[in-house]
């Protein structure tokens, strides 16, 4: 084995390492070290804390300074618990991780979508731990989730083994996978996508009234299968023993023939969940990066 070949190796040996001592850790613990991590990351004035800042002037049109420190503050906090507590997720024991879910609001939006039999696309946002929906989702409809595999081909393939373990299949986003997305729906089956991601094609729509680029594959899924769409996101709960999964109604003109109109309700979905809990978004990520031609630079 040559030297780059070596170092690889022992670069994958100590990222399984890393996640699966994390993966052990007490619920309590890992946010414990998540909100240092946060703080960190605030207190240096980190890139996250600056992407944090920006986006949510931007997004929440906070002038206060004060106001808008706290808050990055406590996003960037947020952001720390969520690192800490998804080895869990993906290694610790699946019945103790459903254990963790104390609440769910609003489920019968997901059954009654379920019942209609066109398939239903779950909107997942980055907001909360969306890798907890994985052990909440137990019921006898099957669910396939698309994500975005990593460059890295050895914690690609880590990431599809233990997201697979549930009993939920999850796909990447390839042509193959996008494929089996509209069999499952045409099956009357779940799909949850991941939505507020930069797409590598797509179009502009306000998020937060800021231009997003943002990928059409939602609003052609839904021509095309006529599937309902419902919001869903896990929240932190307000006694720290847990998370609570509360589903909410998508706006009604995602549904709408005219692809533009449903690129812009699908926005406004996301806007509206995350609204509800603004500190449990993931703000760090440079969602407006690409910026309609003629704008300037927003990072």
């Not at 963790?100 to 239903?120: M, W």
């Not at 812009?264 to 990066?289: D, G």
């Amino acid at each position: 084995m040559n030297r780059l070949g070596l170092k690889n190796k022992l670069r994958n040996w100590l990222t399984t390492m890393v996640i699966r001592v994390v993966s052990l850790l007490p619920l309590p613990v890992a946010q414990t070290i998540g909100t240092l991590i946060g703080w960190l990351n605030w207190a240096t004035g980190s890139r996250s804390a600056k992407v944090t800042e920006t986006n949510l002037r931007l997004c929440l049109q906070i002038d206060n300074s004060k106001t808008l420190q706290l808050l990055t503050k406590r996003s960037l906090i947020e952001t720390g618990k969520t690192l800490m507590e998804i080895p869990r997720v993906w290694l610790g024991d699946i019945t103790k991780s459903r254990a963790l879910i104390k609440a769910v609001h609003q489920e019968n939006l997901l059954t009654e979508a379920i019942s209609a039999g066109k398939g239903v696309i779950i909107i997942l946002p980055h907001l909360g731990n969306w890798e907890m929906f994985n052990p909440y989702y137990n019921q006898s409809t099957p669910m396939i989730g698309l994500y975005s595999p990593p460059d890295n081909e050895y914690l690609a393939k880590l990431l599809d083994r233990v997201r697979n373990r549930m009993g939920n299949k999850v796909v990447p986003t390839t042509k193959a996978g996008l494929t089996l997305l509209y069999k499952a729906l045409g099956r009357g089956e779940i799909v949850t996508i991941l939505p507020d991601q930069v797409p590598a094609a797509g179009e502009f729509a306000p998020f937060f009234s800021v231009p997003a680029f943002t990928d059409l594959l939602i609003p052609r899924l839904i021509r095309k299968t006529g599937a309902r769409v419902v919001c869903a996101f896990v929240k932190r709960n307000k006694d720290k023993t847990g998370f609570e999964v509360v589903f909410r109604p998508a706006s009604a003109a995602i549904a709408s023939d005219d692809l533009h109109e449903s690129v812009e309700a699908l926005n406004q979905s996301i806007e509206n969940c995350v609204r509800e809990i603004p500190e449990q978004y993931q703000w760090e990520y440079k969602r407006f990066r690409v910026r309609p031609e003629g704008l300037s630079k927003i990072y």
